[in-house]
Nanobody, 123 residues
Framework: QVQLVESGGGLVQAGGSVRLSCVTS????????MAWFRQAPGKEREFVAD????????YYTDSVKGRFIISRDNAKNTVYLQMNSLKPEDTAVYYC????????????????WGKGTLVTVSS
């Protein structure tokens, strides 16, 4: 069974930074893509960023380009989301997801999900 566990969320002021982590454990294929999604209160879960197995390919939704950075350390089975210049509209539960194929930009493409970590950005 594959497990994904997110951490790093919390309360931050607008303009601040937060780094989220997602640790993967259990049986996975030798290579897999990872992504971050988020879900704000009363809204659908939306794509934020994804990254290929090697880390050589990344993609971001327009609203976070230039502010967020996705990265991974395969030796630690961990994917990160560095979030800078945070805005109140970034407030959401952030989920990491895993897929055996890249890209991973739709909720339907994820094989496994974490339980999420809440990021609250105050104005």
């Amino acid at each position: 069974q594959v497990q994904l566990v997110e951490s790093g969320g919390g309360l931050v002021q607008a303009g601040g930074s937060v780094r989220l982590s997602c640790v993967t454990s259990g049986r996975t294929l030798s290579t897999y893509a990872m992504a971050w999604f988020r879900q704000a209160p009363g809204k659908e879960r939306e794509f934020v960023a994804d990254i290929s197995w090697s880390g050589g390919r990344t993609y971001y939704t327009d609203s976070v380009k230039g502010r967020f950075i996705i990265s991974r350390d395969n030796a630690k089975n961990t994917v990160y989301l560095q979030m800078n210049s945070l805005k109140p509209e970034d407030t959401a539960v952030y989920y990491c997801a895993l897929s055996n194929t890249y890209p991973l930009r739709s909720t339907y493409g994820a094989a496994y999900w974490g339980k999420g970590t809440l990021v609250t950005v105050s104005s």
